[in-house]
């Protein structure tokens, strides 16, 4: 089991930004596939954003798409998630997913073996 660790999160007010942080001791970034979903209270969990082994290839939600960045620094094997322009309906806990040799573009939802705990975000009106 590879350990999975989010930050990053906290309280903004709508139009704020926040910039989610994953790292992965023990995980080689450079051939994992990875991603950031999210669960709302009452709600299903929902994919966020994806990005392949190498980094250039990232997909993002509809309801994300324009305001989010994902992206993966190999040097310091660190996921990020820049998201501007927040809204109060981007409540909710973060995870950061991972698919270790996975090289097949951004994995599906059932392929990411490793987790972490989540990081608390919550946007005020």
């Known amino acids: 089991q590879v350990p999975v660790v989010e930050s990053g999160g906290g309280l903004v007010q709508a139009g704020g930004s926040l910039r989610l942080s994953c790292t992965a001791p023990g995980l080689t970034f450079s051939t994992a596939a990875m991603s950031w979903f999210r669960q709302a209270p009452g709600k299903e969990r929902e994919g966020v954003s994806c990005?392949?082994?190498?980094?250039?290839?990232?997909n993002y939600g509809d309801s994300v798409r324009g305001r989010f960045t994902i992206s993966k620094d190999m040097a310091k094997s660190t996921l990020y998630l820049q998201m501007n322009n927040l809204k109060p309906e981007d409540t909710g806990m973060y995870y950061c997913?991972?698919?270790?040799?996975?090289?097949?573009?951004?994995?599906?939802?059932?392929?990411?073996?490793?987790w972490g705990q989540g990081t608390q975000v919550t946007v005020s009106s």
């Open positions: 990005i392949n082994y190498r980094g250039d290839i990232r």
């Open positions: 997913g991972a698919a270790p040799s996975y090289y097949d573009g951004c994995a599906g939802d059932d392929e990411y073996a490793y």
